[in-house]
């Protein structure tokens, strides 16, 4: 069972990936879903600073045309972009 604590940080998180832009939407939910619950805390430290970047540089690091600066935030954009949909 999850931690009512928990599950307000859950529902702060999928409030802060809704980016209003579909794709980028899902990309963020998927790894909500599938990645978060058994990351480690480097790894959502990561996905948080990802959540504060600029939709423009998130769209254009997502869509392959340019990486991300940081090597960590890079990492993560590659693997969030290898989740499969559904």
């Known amino acids: 069972m999850i931690a009512s604590d928990?599950?307000?940080?859950?529902?702060?998180?999928?409030?802060?990936?809704?980016?209003?832009?579909?794709?980028?939407?899902?990309?963020?939910e998927r790894w909500l879903d599938r990645a978060w619950p058994t990351a480690t805390d480097?790894?959502?430290r990561v996905f948080l600073r990802l959540l504060d970047?600029?939709?423009?540089r998130?769209?254009?690091?997502?869509?392959?045309?340019?990486?991300?600066?940081?090597a960590e935030l890079d990492a993560l954009v590659q693997r969030m972009r290898e989740l499969p949909p559904g």
């Open 6 to 28: 928990d599950q307000a940080e859950l529902r702060r998180l999928r409030w802060r990936c809704r980016r209003g832009m579909r794709e980028l939407d899902q990309l963020f």
């Open 58 to 70: 998130l769209w254009r690091w997502f869509m392959g045309y340019e990486a991300a600066d940081d």
């Open 53 to 56: 970047c600029e939709d423009d």
């Open 42 to 44: 480097a790894e959502r």
